[in-house]
């Protein structure tokens, strides 16, 4: 009885396989490559971490993403050659995990046929889904995964469908390293990153390299870490001018304010990811004096950018709170596939990849980008202070 | 030198919590043999309990401590009663799957509700540094820690004081017999899930306190910690849940200190294998022979 049941379970996949590969090979010949644009809206998918580890940031892109769609629409569309399209958003969770990011990718391209996907937010999740967009010819651009070798093939060549809308870690690492050397002359750096992302670990490594005084500890904490004073407190034994911790603000918080409460008042520097309020409400405002962080996207290089201003005020608007960088930077994805669909005046996905890949000059939140031949945004840097919770200065980097 | 105490005084402070924790793994390990893994999830609904009346209600520290040891026993008594009672003559691996997918339903339920957004908790009790010898020490690190021994002392009296204690002691060895004798199983269980969640809805609020940041998904390793706390210590002996958690505590901070901070939780979970291959009954454990 067991034996026929598997055969037929067996003989039934095979079937299907068959019928699997014999469709794809139909499909292949038929259409044409990518993702064909019909009727009057311009369909995006958002494969997205809106649960799990990284639900934190996905959310936050998510509501980015939402705001920048609904105010294309009340606009009437993007303009596609003269007829002004919608934006439908198709907006799926890829739980956190690359399994399911792979799979959402396929269901979006395959079934819901976008034209372009905005996501994931980790460069862990984006790298599962790149075999699957690549084969549709469905450009995605991931706000916030950057991990150098994100946008690169194994072989050094550029990803032809992977774009991105932040920094890559080799940009920020060296210039935290310099803003170290060249400001706050530190000689003696504690590293202490985030393990758990490619983020945290490939910032401390590209900021090792880049610095030419002493690393004098390198330790590693994991996202959902709550407890830190065990490594704060040897870093307290050995002397430092001050500590680069790449990583998130929800940790970053708490190590500021266990740091603090242990009596280390040297400088603690980090990266874009501990750039959000909470980070100050995290830590208690009274301990988030000396905070560096490098950002796109701060306050007061934001007062003279008026898209910037536009979008924290609608944002404020409608969340109720202030702009966290990561929807600042899904936002900017939106509008970088709007500006790719209207310079190519076509909504087809390869088109889209096309424009996407010639952006220049695009004035987004944060910053002006130009998209280089590795689809890495070049936009300006800036190194913002807080003291007692606020932003008290910022520092250009050149 | 004062490094080596400072470490001790991190060490202690987390192994409390994680002690608290793996109190309420061992007594329903104890009483119905079930490894409820949707404990750390319990003190998950603690800390936000906490944060909830705090801000809301304006509650101060004591009242909140004791709401949340109230939402937490209530929740234990409910998941129990829902998700375990109706599973109870099934094969242990049900009911063990079973508390896994309770755990991922609080876990995505409050994330779905209450948006997985870290959020700070309120800071009701003013934190003061002491420096004793070079050694800083906070009160609230003294109060976690006062607060887990006075509960873990309490717990120890109702188990071996109190009728309800005997009648969970007759309930653990042997539940046939103990209803043979007029013990209420039902209402004994309901009571050791109320008593293990209270501490689990305390810890929750002793957390939020300390660090200042809670999250949905808070419970997740803090409970699978306190877990190899419980099986550190025995699991089923209540002394060995708190002895296990501290020990647990200091291993994690020590292993930070000594500049292997990549592997804290991989030294936790060998330390977890080391045990079950040379020791499956723990410290305390009663090693039983199986009659066959």
């Given at each position: 009885?067991k034996?026929?049941?598997?055969?037929?379970?067996?003989?039934?996949?095979?079937i299907v396989?068959?019928?699997?590969?014999?469709?794809?090979?139909?499909?292949a010949?038929t259409?044409?490559?990518?993702?064909?644009t019909t009727?009057?809206?311009?369909?995006?998918?958002?494969?997205?971490?809106l649960?799990g580890?990284?639900?934190?940031?996905?959310?936050?892109?998510?509501?980015?993403i939402?705001?920048?769609?609904?105010?294309?629409?009340?606009?009437?569309?993007?303009?596609?050659?003269?007829?002004?399209k919608?934006?439908?958003?198709?907006?799926?969770?890829?739980?956190?995990?690359?399994?399911?990011?792979?799979s959402?990718?396929?269901?979006?391209?395959?079934n819901?046929?976008?034209?372009?996907i905005?996501?994931?937010?980790?460069?862990?999740?984006?790298?599962?889904?790149i075999?699957?967009?690549t084969?549709?010819?469905?450009?995605s651009?991931s706000?916030?995964?950057?991990?150098p070798?994100?946008?690169?093939?194994k072989?050094?060549?550029?990803?032809?469908?992977?774009?991105?809308?932040?920094?890559q870690?080799?940009?920020?690492?060296s210039?935290?390293?310099k803003?170290?050397t060249?400001?706050?002359?530190?000689?003696?750096?504690a590293?202490?990153?985030?393990n758990?992302?490619?983020?945290?670990?490939?910032?401390?490594?590209?900021?090792?390299k880049?610095?030419?005084?002493?690393?004098?500890?390198?330790?590693?904490f994991?996202?959902?870490?709550?407890?830190f004073?065990?490594?704060?407190?040897?870093f307290?034994?050995?002397?430092i001018?001050a500590?680069?911790?790449?990583?998130?603000?929800?940790e970053?918080g708490?190590?500021?304010k266990?740091?603090?409460?242990?009596g280390?008042n040297?400088?603690?520097?980090?990266?874009?990811?501990?750039?959000?309020?909470?980070?100050?409400q995290?830590?208690?405002d009274q301990?988030?004096?000396?905070?560096y962080?490098?950002?796109?996207?701060s306050?007061?290089?934001?007062?003279?950018?008026?898209?910037?201003v536009k979008?924290?005020?609608?944002?404020?608007?409608?969340?109720h709170?202030?702009?966290?960088?990561?929807s600042a930077?899904?936002?900017?994805?939106?509008?970088m596939i709007?500006t790719?669909?209207e310079?190519?005046?076509?909504?087809?996905s390869?088109k889209?990849?096309?424009?996407?890949?010639?952006?220049?000059?695009?004035?987004?939140?944060?910053?002006k980008i130009?998209?280089?031949?590795?689809?890495?945004?070049?936009?300006?840097?800036?190194i913002?202070?807080?003291?007692?919770g606020?932003?008290?200065?910022s520092?250009?980097?050149? | 030198?004062e490094?080596?105490f400072q470490?001790?005084i991190?060490?202690?402070s987390l192994?409390s919590?994680?002690?608290?924790?793996?109190?309420g793994?061992?007594?329903?390990?104890?009483?119905?043999?079930?490894?409820?893994f949707?404990?750390?999830?319990?003190y998950?609904?603690?800390?936000?309990?906490?944060?909830?009346?705090?801000?809301?209600?304006h509650?101060?520290?004591?009242?909140?401590?004791?709401?949340a040891?109230?939402?937490?026993?209530?929740?234990?008594v409910?998941i129990?009663?829902?998700?375990?009672?109706?599973?109870?003559?099934?094969?242990?691996?049900?009911?063990?799957?079973?508390?896994?997918?309770?755990?991922?339903?609080?876990?995505?339920?409050?994330?779905?509700?209450?948006?997985?957004?870290?959020?700070?908790?309120?800071?009701?009790i003013?934190?003061?540094n002491?420096?004793?010898?070079?050694?800083?020490i906070?009160?609230?690190?003294?109060?976690?820690?006062?607060?887990?021994?006075?509960l873990?002392?309490?717990?120890?009296?109702?188990?071996?004081?109190?009728?309800?204690?005997?009648?969970?002691?007759?309930?653990?060895?042997?539940?046939?017999?103990?209803e043979l004798?007029?013990?209420?199983?039902?209402?004994?269980?309901?009571f050791?899930?109320?008593?293990?969640?209270?501490?689990a809805?305390?810890?929750?609020?002793?957390?939020?306190?300390?660090?200042n940041?809670?999250?949905?998904?808070?419970?997740?390793?803090?409970?699978?910690?306190?877990?190899?706390?419980?099986?550190?210590?025995?699991?089923?002996?209540?002394?060995?849940a708190?002895?296990?958690?501290?020990?647990?505590?200091i291993?994690?901070?020590?292993?930070?200190?000594?500049?292997?901070?990549?592997y804290k939780?991989?030294?936790?979970?060998f330390?977890?294998?080391?045990?079950?291959?040379?020791?499956?009954a723990?410290?305390?454990?009663?090693?039983?022979?199986?009659?066959?």
């Amino acid at each position: 009885m067991k034996k026929t049941m598997i055969k037929k379970v067996v003989s039934m996949a095979a079937i299907v396989m068959t019928a699997g590969i014999f469709a794809g090979c139909s499909t292949a010949k038929t259409t044409t490559k990518g993702n064909q644009t019909t009727g009057n809206t311009i369909k995006i998918g958002v494969n997205m971490e809106l649960s799990g580890a990284a639900a934190g940031y996905g959310n936050s892109q998510k509501q980015g993403i939402q705001l920048a769609a609904a105010e294309i629409n009340k606009d009437g569309g993007i303009n596609v050659n003269g007829k002004k399209k919608k934006i439908k958003l198709i907006i799926r969770d890829n739980k956190t995990s690359t399994n399911t990011s792979a799979s959402v990718a396929a269901q979006l391209v395959n079934n819901d046929k976008v034209a372009a996907i905005v996501g994931p937010a980790t460069t862990n999740a984006g790298t599962a889904e790149i075999p699957n967009i690549t084969k549709a010819a469905v450009p995605s651009v991931s706000p916030s995964a950057t991990d150098p070798a994100y946008t690169l093939q194994k072989s050094g060549k550029v990803q032809p469908y992977v774009f991105r809308a932040c920094y890559q870690n080799n940009f920020q690492g060296s210039t935290a390293a310099k803003f170290m050397t060249n400001t706050l002359k530190a000689k003696r750096v504690a590293v202490y990153a985030d393990n758990s992302s490619d983020y945290g670990t490939g910032l401390a490594k590209a900021f090792k390299k880049a610095y030419t005084g002493k690393v004098v500890d390198s330790q590693f904490f994991t996202a959902g870490d709550k407890d830190f004073n065990a490594v704060l407190t040897s870093f307290k034994s050995k002397k430092i001018d001050a500590i680069y911790a790449p990583g998130y603000y929800n940790e970053l918080g708490l190590i500021i304010k266990q740091a603090r409460q242990a009596g280390i008042n040297v400088p603690i520097v980090g990266s874009d990811g501990m750039a959000d309020p909470k980070l100050a409400q995290i830590a208690g405002d009274q301990n988030a004096s000396k905070i560096y962080y490098t950002t796109p996207f701060s306050d007061d290089v934001a007062k003279d950018n008026p898209t910037a201003v536009k979008f924290m005020n609608k944002y404020k608007a409608r969340y109720h709170q202030d702009a966290p960088t990561f929807s600042a930077l899904a936002y900017d994805s939106v509008y970088m596939i709007k500006t790719a669909i209207e310079n190519e005046k076509s909504a087809d996905s390869v088109k889209i990849a096309k424009g996407l890949a010639n952006i220049k000059d695009f004035d987004g939140v944060t910053g002006k980008i130009t998209m280089n031949k590795n689809h890495d945004p070049e936009k300006p840097i800036a190194i913002e202070q807080l003291t007692k919770g606020k932003v008290s200065n910022s520092f250009d980097i050149k | 030198m004062e490094t080596f105490f400072q470490q001790i005084i991190n060490g202690l402070s987390l192994g409390s919590i994680y002690a608290l924790l793996a109190l309420g793994y061992t007594m329903v390990y104890g009483i119905i043999k079930l490894i409820n893994f949707a404990h750390g999830d319990i003190y998950m609904l603690g800390a936000f309990w906490g944060y909830y009346v705090i801000n809301v209600w304006h509650f101060n520290f004591i009242s909140a401590l004791l709401s949340a040891m109230l939402v937490g026993a209530a929740s234990g008594v409910i998941i129990e009663y829902f998700a375990y009672r109706p599973l109870r003559r099934s094969p242990r691996i049900t009911a063990l799957i079973t508390a896994i997918g309770v755990s991922f339903l609080l876990e995505n339920g409050m994330s779905y509700l209450f948006s997985s957004n870290t959020r700070d908790f309120p800071q009701i009790i003013k934190q003061v540094n002491y420096h004793i010898g070079g050694v800083l020490i906070s009160n609230i690190q003294i109060l976690i820690l006062v607060t887990a021994c006075v509960l873990m002392v309490l717990l120890q009296l109702i188990i071996k004081k109190t009728k309800m204690g005997r009648a969970m002691r007759a309930v653990s060895v042997d539940p046939d017999a103990a209803e043979l004798v007029g013990i209420n199983i039902n209402w004994t269980i309901s009571f050791t899930f109320a008593l293990g969640s209270a501490l689990a809805g305390a810890a929750g609020v002793l957390i939020g306190l300390y660090y200042n940041s809670i999250d949905p998904l808070m419970g997740m390793t803090p409970g699978i910690k306190a877990f190899v706390a419980a099986v550190l210590g025995g699991i089923g002996s209540v002394p060995g849940a708190s002895v296990g958690g501290f020990i647990i505590g200091i291993l994690e901070t020590f292993v930070q200190s000594i500049g292997l901070s990549a592997y804290k939780d991989a030294v936790v979970y060998f330390v977890l294998i080391v045990i079950l291959l040379i020791l499956p009954a723990g410290i305390f454990g009663k090693n039983t022979k199986e009659k066959v």
